[in-house]
């Protein structure tokens, strides 16, 4: 028995699901799948959001208004 090997790249879908479609591919026959996950996973990448809703109170300020103040406060400050 000849065995044939298909090679596919695949994304992994929610539920970790993934499809795979190839001509050699025939309904109704059984296949075996080996799945090779990368060496190191890339770690999720998180939005701009994320990383700022991330820091709670390390944060030097909580409002635009507390941002606007300390600028104010840093103009009035210079020297002209």
């Not at 596919?8 to 929610?14: N, T």
């Not at 060496?39 to 030097?60: C, F, I, M, T």
Request: hydrophobic share 40%.
């Amino acid at each position: 028995m000849i065995q044939t090997i298909v090679r596919a790249k695949a994304i992994v879908q929610s539920e970790g699901q993934i499809a795979i479609t190839d001509p050699a591919l025939h309904v109704g026959e059984e296949v075996e799948v080996l799945i090779l996950l990368p060496e190191h996973s890339p770690e999720p990448k998180l939005s701009l959001l994320d990383v700022l809703n991330s820091a709670g109170d390390h944060r030097l300020f909580k409002t635009a208004e507390e941002v606007d103040q300390y600028i104010r406060e840093e103009r009035d400050s210079w020297d002209f």
